[in-house]
Nanobody, 111 residues
Framework: QVQLVESGGGLVQAGGSLTLSCAASGTIFRINTMGWYRQAPGKQRELVATISRGGSTNYADPVEGRFTISRDNAKNTVYLQMNSLKPEDTGVYYC?????WGQGTQVTVSS
């Protein structure tokens, strides 16, 4: 059993920054891909970014150049640094570690 604890969401003005974190605990073996997804009101959950154990990253086009995903393998933690936030970045952000989902953290960007 794996537990994921997300933190770092909140309310920020457009142009601001937030950093999300997701810490995994429990019976964990080698974790390969970790990632972040988001779901805006009335929309489907979509990919934001992923990172491999070796550090290879992949970003959705809307966040490329503004968001940075990173991980600390020793702490089984994945981060998402979000800069130059836009109102369209508003939504619930979920981390995905192997096949486990975090509980979600709300990010609201005001215009």
């Amino acid at each position: 059993q794996v537990q994921l604890v997300e933190s770092g969401g909140g309310l920020v003005q457009a142009g601001g920054s937030l950093t999300l974190s997701c810490a995994a605990s429990g019976t964990i073996f080698r974790i390969n891909t970790m990632g972040w997804y988001r779901q805006a009101p009335g929309k489907q959950r979509e990919l934001v970014a992923t990172i491999s154990r070796g550090g290879s990253t992949n970003y959705a086009d809307p966040v490329e150049g503004r968001f940075t995903i990173s991980r600390d393998n020793a702490k089984n933690t994945v981060y998402l640094q979000m800069n130059s936030l836009k109102p369209e970045d508003t939504g619930v952000y979920y981390c995905l570690v192997a096949s486990w989902w975090g509980q979600g953290t709300q990010v609201t960007v005001s215009s």
